[in-house]
Nanobody
Framework: QVQLVESGGGLVQAGGSLRLSCAAS????????MGWFRQAPGKEREFVAC????????YYVDTVKGRFSISRDKAKITVYLQMNNLKPEDTAVYYC????????????????WGQGTQVTVSS
């Protein structure tokens, strides 16, 4: 059974930082692209960032460029999202995703999804 488990969400003041983690189990995701999406109340889920299988390429939505950084560990089955200078508009449930193609991830298609972790940024 494929599982993606997120952790690291929470409540933080504007300008603060959080680090999200996503651990993959049940399947070898070392050759998969992994990424993060978010969904704010009343809005559609949106792509945030992704990283290809070997960590050589990363992609970000414009609204988080320069503030968020995605990385993965050497075993390539855990992905991190370092979020700095958080803003109230970053408040959302953040979901981890994994797919064989980073191109598919960037348009919202994924073979596997985590259950999500809440990030709340107060003003």
């Amino acid at each position: 059974q494929v599982q993606l488990v997120e952790s690291g969400g929470g409540l933080v003041q504007a300008g603060g930082s959080l680090r999200l983690s996503c651990a993959a189990s049940g399947r070898t995701f070392s050759s998969y692209a992994m990424g993060w999406f978010r969904q704010a109340p009343g809005k559609e889920r949106e792509f945030v960032a992704c990283i290809n299988w070997n960590g050589a390429s990363t992609y970000y939505v414009d609204t988080v460029k320069g503030r968020f950084s995605i990385s993965r560990d050497k075993a390539k089955i855990t992905v991190y999202l370092q979020m700095n200078n958080l803003k109230p508009e970053d408040t959302a449930v953040y979901y981890c995703a994994a797919d064989a193609s980073s191109s598919r991830l960037r348009v919202g298609t994924s073979e596997a999804w985590g259950q999500g972790t809440q990030v709340t940024v107060s003003s």
